[in-house]
């Protein structure tokens, strides 16, 4: 059974087509790995399905539902989370604070008097603080937080939400080796202990063979290999795109 359904699914911009029928299929419970070179196309995809961009054509089924056309904010409503490159925790506020504020907003509750109204929300964002490893930290403001924690704030903050599907672009950005290796670590737990999916981007070849369940890869704007791990680090197009060999 397919969570998600990717079909035909294109992007052009003037002349360039920058993603080319792109076609791929996500299960419940499923960490899939979306690797590509530089400008291969990967946050142009990521943008379409989470509909932050229309696409030029194709189709996106979530459990048989079209999503190509819905605003992003319905697209979250119908499960789809997604973190973004560039942290979005409020810097100001405490790591408690920041997870109340998310699920205020999932649970669409107004936002004047936020501070009363979060405090319903106190013990849920704790139990997700625990989810990521942060519960220790709940009182701290995020702006003393070291960067790996930041993302695991974020992704407490994409888990308020109660994603079924969680699409992550580069999530180990700027991160060194062992931090991208625990918070891949942390979303494959995740992964498995919600029978989450997941789409992800990651640059390190090491933690996408350690972790992914399965792997697609663009390149120039078209899929061409995907797989279990095993099956796509043997392909030869993709030791040609990856090592010119
Ligand atoms: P990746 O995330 O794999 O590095 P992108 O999806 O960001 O690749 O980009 C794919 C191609 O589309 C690139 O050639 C890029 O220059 C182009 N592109 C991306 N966004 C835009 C845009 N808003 N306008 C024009 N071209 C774009
Ligand atoms: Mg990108």
């Not at 990521?46 to 999503?67: D, I, R, T, Y």
Request: glycine share 10%; with cysteine; proline share 3%.
């Amino acid at each position: 059974m397919s969570l998600l359904s990717v079909r035909g699914l294109t992007k052009d911009f003037g002349g360039n087509r920058a993603v080319d029928g792109v076609s791929f299929d996500l299960r419940p419970g499923e960490l899939l790995a979306l690797i590509g070179p530089n400008g291969a196309g990967k946050s142009t995809t990521f943008n379409m399905v989470g509909g932050q961009l229309p696409a030029s054509a194709g189709s996106v089924k979530l459990n048989g539902a079209e999503l190509l056309g819905l605003p992003s904010r319905r697209i979250a409503q119908l499960g789809v989370g997604r973190t973004f490159q560039i942290a979005a925790t409020f810097s100001s506020l405490t790591v408690r604070e920041n997870v109340q504020m998310a699920l205020l907003a999932h649970h669409r509750k107004v936002f004047s008097f936020w501070r009363s109204a979060a405090r319903q929300y106190a013990a849920e964002a704790d139990a997700l603080l625990g989810q990521v490893g942060m519960r220790e930290q709940a009182a701290r403001p995020c702006s003393e937080l070291a960067y790996g924690d930041v993302k695991r704030v974020e992704l407490a903050m994409s888990l308020a939400a109660a994603p079924t599907l969680l699409l992550m672009d580069e999530p180990t950005a700027g991160m060194a080796p062992a931090e991208r290796n625990a918070l891949v670590g942390l979303v494959k737990q995740l992964v498995t202990e919600r029978n989450l999916a997941v789409l992800f981007t990651e640059h390190s070849m090491d933690v996408v063979f350690a972790y992914a369940d399965r792997v697609i890869v663009l390149a120039r704007g078209s899929l061409i290999a995907q797989g279990s791990v095993d099956e796509v680090r043997r392909d030869a197009k993709v030791q040609e795109v990856y090592f010119g060999t």
